[in-house]
């Protein structure tokens, strides 16, 4: 599976992840993992804050969002048919 950081061959930094450094601590977490591994990674993620109560929709639909534009189609379609998933459970 293509790494979402390669996923445009474009090693730069998006401007909004260099100037917020949780994004950049996120994108040093997760920018070496494949397609398969990011997204179990976010659904247990999701699954652990909606145990705990500290599950945020709208500050989900923020992150995606910002990186919808830094996804291809097939990544964007992928990503979105996780989040109905996610938002029916």
């Given at each position: 599976?293509?790494?979402?950081?390669?996923?445009?061959?474009?090693?730069?930094v998006p401007?909004?992840?260099?100037?917020?450094?949780?994004?950049?601590?996120?994108?040093?977490?997760?920018?070496?993992?494949?397609e398969?591994?990011?997204?179990?990674?976010?659904?247990?993620?999701?699954?652990?804050?909606?145990?705990?109560?500290?599950?945020?929709?709208?500050?989900?639909?923020?992150?995606?969002?910002?990186?919808?534009p830094?996804?291809?189609?097939?990544?964007?379609?992928?990503?979105?048919?996780?989040?109905?998933?996610?938002?029916?459970?």
């Open positions: 599976m293509r790494q979402l950081r390669n996923s445009k061959k474009n090693t730069q401007p909004e992840v260099a100037a917020n450094p949780a994004l950049a601590a996120a994108m040093e977490k997760y920018g070496g993992m494949g398969d591994a990011l997204i179990q990674q976010l659904i247990t993620q999701v699954a652990t804050a909606k145990q705990n109560g500290t599950y945020n929709k709208t500050q989900m639909d923020m992150y995606i969002q910002m990186l919808s830094h996804l291809s189609g097939t990544q964007k379609e992928k990503l979105h048919n996780v989040l109905r998933v996610i938002d029916t459970e």
